[in-house]
């Protein structure tokens, strides 16, 4: 299938807007199939909300359990999608956070409040870890202190320990991740907890950025916890990942409100305890939505698994095509060989120049992935294994 290329500029201008509109939609929804590497669900939408997506202005500006002035916000939602959230993974009664932009302001928000309560505060994070770590750390000041992974792309607690012991005395900010961008490892968030514990340093934070395997996974049973129970300090999800809010926006998480030197704000009536100021009304209202409606967490645990079982076919095409890729339970991310040369349609795999990935996110159809295999066979794969990942994940039998 040939995608039109977007309307050059002047052609835009003599099409009445409804037709440009359509136009420009029909593109967006055919071009979906080639975002493989891309992990954002699409499979759920809101036209209930689409009147008020579209015409109201809502604005959450500070902190959502202050009103502010105005009365045109959706906070009492923002809370209670916190406290949803919070519950799901192990937050109590005082869980505070916040509905952001997205998994880095989280992150953001996360290593400034380290970096406030602890001015030497030095931040650790993988390899592996999102670019939001390392943007964080510049922000604030702080060093930042990589970590090399182990074989399979989790923060090696071994060179943790070795790390935090050189910087003994100093508090700890350590960001974990719950499925890294590339191969969707899993950090082990218990173990980080306690080997600080076995450390001495109670000087910490353990912000675990679970912007996209963090919903899926804790609504598997039996699996071992990395929120807060197993000792992280914040958590962040993303909403256009898994939850498939079609906005980009994330949720932050603690289990109590941190202490913030953000104040009352006299102009907006609200305390300044957000990264940004004027904050989307919208994505709250899609987050509640997907949170509430068509059968809750269930069904959402049900997409999971749905996606899990494409990953398995997805996989098993390319071994049967004999194309280098690796897939592990429960992953949504299977990693696999770039092909040598160009494909013949558009395909994005992301990655580098050796690894790319198939993340198969809710909304990713199975006839894409066979008309990817399609185009795949008969191509020469480069050279060398795809990087692989594990998780401490027990598949049930
Ligand atoms: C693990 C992880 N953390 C954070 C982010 C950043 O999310 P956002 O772009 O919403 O800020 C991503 C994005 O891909 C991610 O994969």
């Given at each position: 299938m040939t995608v039109p290329a977007m309307l050059p500029a002047d052609a835009q201008q003599q099409l009445p807007l409804n037709v440009l509109a359509a136009l420009e939609g029909s593109r967006w929804a055919a071009d979906r199939r080639y975002h493989l590497a891309f992990p954002g669900a699409t499979d759920r939408t809101y036209p209930d909300l689409a009147a008020i997506l579209t015409g109201q202005l809502l604005n959450n500006v500070g902190d959502p359990w202050t009103d502010g002035?105005?009365?045109?916000?959706?906070k009492s939602y923002e809370i209670d999608v916190v406290r949803r959230l919070g519950a799901l993974f192990g937050a109590g009664e005082q869980v505070w956070g916040y509905v952001a932009s997205g998994a880095t302001e989280g992150t953001i928000h996360a290593i400034d409040e380290a970096a406030t309560a602890y001015p030497d505060v030095v931040v650790y994070a993988s390899?592996?870890?999102?670019?939001s770590a390392a943007k964080a750390a510049r922000l604030v000041r702080a060093p930042l202190v990589q970590i090399r992974t182990d074989a399979h792309g989790r923060i090696s607690l071994d060179e943790l320990r070795a790390q935090l012991l050189c910087f003994r005395g100093r508090p700890a900010a350590i960001v974990a991740t719950v499925g890294t961008t590339e191969t969707e490892a899993v950090d082990d968030v218990a173990g980080i907890a306690g080997l600080c514990d076995d450390l001495g340093i109670s000087r910490r934070r353990i912000h675990v950025d679970a912007a996209l395997a963090g919903i899926p996974l804790a609504l598997l049973p039996d699996q071992p916890r990395f929120g807060f129970t197993a000792g992280a300090t914040s958590l962040v999800i993303s909403g256009h990942k898994y939850l498939s809010t079609l906005m980009p926006c994330a949720v932050l998480l603690y289990p109590r409100r941190p202490d913030h030197p953000g104040g009352e704000v006299a102009y907006i009536g609200a305390t300044d305890t957000t990264i940004a100021g004027s904050r989307s009304g919208h994505t709250p209202l899609l987050l509640h939505w997907s949170l509430t409606t068509g059968g809750g967490l269930e069904t959402h645990h049900q997409r999971a698994e749905q996606a899990r079982r494409l990953a398995a076919y997805t996989h098993d095409r390319l071994r049967h095509l004999g194309w280098p890729s690796h897939w592990e339970w429960p992953a949504f991310t299977i990693t696999l060989a770039q092909p040598a040369a160009p494909l013949p349609q558009p395909w994005v795999l992301g990655g580098d120049q050796h690894t790319g990935r198939i993340i198969c996110m809710p909304g990713l159809r199975q006839e894409w992935i066979d008309e990817f295999c399609t185009d795949l066979a008969g191509q020469t794969p480069h050279p060398g294994v795809p990087r692989q990942r594990r998780r401490n994940h027990r598949r049930p039998a």
């Open positions: 002035h105005g009365r045109n916000h959706s390899t592996a870890a999102h670019y």
